[in-house]
């Protein structure tokens, strides 16, 4: 099993960013999505998560009304569009794929990326 974020970069306050999770080695229709971000010295924090089919969707109340999650089972992919970021958002965005319909606890994830940074300026 394998996912990649992809899309991370620098971008200003204000600014937008797209990232993507491929997925592959896995049945992903099958697997709820989530995304995470962390920062250094601070545990795992939950940004959005996606269920199986798409249909439903859940963000935290940091993200909710600026980041908006999507997949698309055929492409083996899930995207976190962001808008209207701010230097807060600074972090390293992880995706994750779990058999539960969603998981907001990122230590019992079964998968995981490696992560894209993400660095927004003032």
């Known amino acids: 099993v394998q996912l990649v974020e992809s899309g991370g970069g620098l971008v200003q306050a204000g600014g937008s960013l797209r990232l993507s999770c491929a997925a592959s080695?896995?049945?992903?229709?099958?697997?709820?999505v989530g995304w995470f971000r962390q920062t250094p010295g601070k545990a795992r924090e939950f940004v959005a998560a996606?269920?199986?089919?798409?249909?439903?969707?859940r963000y935290s109340d940091s993200v909710k009304g600026r980041f908006a999650i999507s997949r698309d089972n055929a492409q083996n992919t899930v995207h976190l569009q962001m808008n209207n970021l701010n230097p807060e958002d600074t972090a390293v965005y992880y995706c994750?794929?779990?058999?539960?319909?969603?998981?907001?606890?990122?230590?019992?994830?079964?998968?995981w990326g490696p992560g894209t940074r993400v660095t927004v300026s003032a």
């Open positions: 994750g794929a779990d058999r539960r319909v969603f998981n907001f606890n990122a230590n019992s994830y079964d998968y």
């Open positions: 080695g896995l049945t992903f229709s099958t697997y709820s």
């Open positions: 996606t269920s199986w089919s798409g249909g439903e969707t």
